[in-house]
């Protein structure tokens, strides 16, 4: 984590002031699990060494224990005379939290539950070296009364620009997978806030053709409606966002094929999606 985005650290240290001002909460702090702290906001005699010793200890629980899934351990709970330490694996990282022994620890650890999917995000942001995190490239658009729109072309242009030439690899690879990020990125939880979407942002109009197999039609489709029949599917893009749609959904690998395109001479999109057994 050489260059830390500034935005998901200020959230990191937003979340764990937060969370210390839970009655009973002495401090916190969010860890790699080599031992890297990456934010901490604990009282000043808990010193860096004492996290790393803590941090370093229960990764190797974690090592031992994970060996079986049925006892790999969730969060870990040291009870000292004076304090308890809380250990939460939360993804890559873990949230330590030190408390007094007032404090409940059933609700600290719902406290650290609730928390996890921020954290999650946050720590992707910064392992990932994310320049600007996807709900913040969709809620700043500022351009006076240029407003949000731009021609379909342009993005077709972007889209389907040789990128092998530049990258070595195929602009359909990079676009299928493009796609799948975003969509994961996005977490709709059903169908139905997927339509939402494609229609907000004018991206086409979707329907769920059928269940199983799951079938996606896209009518308007922003990549290829209207393009001429190349004899070669186009919407990759569409194709990977359908595909982490479907991951996100049934929390499995997924794999998208576009049967139906303006590329292959008909007149909307067509995606068959399948679940891949890892
Ligand atoms: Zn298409």
Redesign the pocket.
Known sequence: MAKMNKIAMNKLEEILNELNKTPGIIGSAIIKKDGEIIVKQMPKYVDDEFVDILSTIHGCIEQVLSKSDDIAPKEVIIRGKYRNTIITNIGDVILMIISDLKANLNDILKIADSLAEDIKDCCNILSEDVLIPTNLIFSNVERGDLGRDVDVSIFRILRFMNLRKYTGIDSETLMYYFGKELSKNLKFSNFEELCKFYKKYKLGRIEMISENPIKIR?YD?I??SGLPDVGK???HF?AGFLAGYIENIYNKEAEAI?T????LGDKF?QFEIRLVDK
């Open positions: 896209i489709c990549s290829c599917p186009l919407c569409e576009e139906h395109c303006w590329g999109c």
